[in-house]
Structure formats: C-alpha cells, structure tokens
C-alpha cells in the first residue's frame, strides 16, 4: 500500500517500503536498541536483522487518518524499556511526520529481548 498526500500543487506518492526504511533507521538512532528483530509466529524465533533487513523489524499499516506503525525490538540490557520506548516513539513520529508529509497515528513497540 502506498501513502498519498495531496496539496495544492499535486498529489505525492510515497511508498510503503520508504516509510518501512524510516521508521526503521529512526528506530536505530536511538539509545538502547540493540537490533531490529522478526519473530516468526510459527516456532518464536527471533532473529535479530542488521540495518540490511531492518524493514522486515516493522510493519505499517496506512489508513486516511493515519500510519500505524509496529516496531519489534531487541534492547540493551540494563536501560529503562519504557524510557527507550518513549524516545522511539517520540523519533519515529518526528521522522515520518517530517520527511514525508503524512501522519502517524500509533506507533506500537514489540520488545522481544534484550541482550546482555
């Protein structure tokens, strides 16, 4: 699914998998997060993604009021999850809001692990 947002000069196209790479780098750029990770649903499996794959660590879903946006994490050992969940969600929106024009709605975070 792609975003649009229309304004006086035209319509803008942005695709899912540019807001999957935003959030995603956003995600990185904060203190505490060790790796993006991908649970698969059918063994609980983690596996931990590098910043190649780290799309496959969120999911978008774009509705005309919004983007919700799901994260899924591995963090540091040590650290306030809640304050590190606090300051993605505070990146992440200030990122797509501000590089791309479109409005986040929710942005939910999946902590699968920490590492020591």
């Not at 998998?17 to 990770?37: F, P, R």
């Not at 698969?40 to 774009?62: C, M, P």
Request: aromatic content about 6%.
């Amino acid at each position: 699914m792609e975003c649009r947002i229309n304004n006086a000069l035209g319509q803008i196209t942005i695709s899912e998998d540019v807001l999957l790479k935003v959030a995603g780098y956003a995600t990185l750029e904060c203190y505490g997060i060790v790796a993006m990770s991908s649970k698969h649903a059918t063994d609980g499996f983690v596996e931990w993604l590098g910043r190649e794959n780290l799309a496959k660590g969120v999911e978008v879903n774009i509705t005309d009021d919004g983007i919700d946006i799901d994260l899924y994490i591995i963090v540091e050992y040590g650290i306030s999850i809640v304050e590190v969940c606090n300051i993605i969600r505070s990146q992440v929106c200030y990122k797509i809001e501000n590089m791309t024009g479109a409005r986040v709605r929710k942005v939910n975070i999946t902590v699968e692990g920490i590492r020591i």
